[in-house]
């Protein structure tokens, strides 16, 4: 791998590792909201009908697949999202945004979105962003975890 190549992947270590225990502290102080909750009721918002299985939440959350299921019953047990049955398909269950769960949302996004532009987005111009963000999107689709 060259060396500049390792440096980039440091950098991005190091900006994940900095800035998630930040935003994530935040959230729980101004709202009560961890991150993870956070970024599954995101994804159940943005999801058809606001509801998704636990593989499809597992594709597209950034918790891992493995924790998906455990953060989601801490979700049912706050309120903010429910298991629904799947009709068509009995061993399986959606994840549901509850009424509540989409007001917790919408009251942690201008807290979330506040410390990604000051944290993150305010240190890079508009091109940086726009490479950043192509180059990850190109990483994501050749892991299989793209959108």
Do not use: C, I
């Not at 007001?103 to 993150?120: D, G, Q, S």
């Amino acid at each position: 791998m060259p060396e500049d190549v390792a440096d980039t992947w440091g950098a991005l270590l190091k900006v994940h590792a900095a800035l998630v225990p930040l935003l994530d502290r935040e959230l729980q102080e101004a709202h009560g909201l961890p991150l993870t909750w956070y970024d599954v009721l995101l994804e159940l918002n943005a999801a058809p009908e606001r509801r998704l299985t636990m593989g499809q939440l597992g594709s597209v959350a950034a918790v891992s697949r493995t924790r998906v299921s455990r953060v989601v019953d801490e979700l049912v047990r706050a309120g903010l999202v429910a298991r629904d049955p799947n009709p068509d398909d009995g061993r399986s269950a959606f994840a549901a945004l509850t009424p509540a769960g989409r007001t917790a949302l919408r009251k942690a996004a201008p807290t979330y979105l506040a410390a990604v532009r000051r944290e993150f987005a305010d240190h890079l111009t508009v091109r940086e962003a726009d490479v950043l963000a192509s180059a990850l999107r190109k990483v994501l689709a050749a892991s299989g975890r793209e959108r």
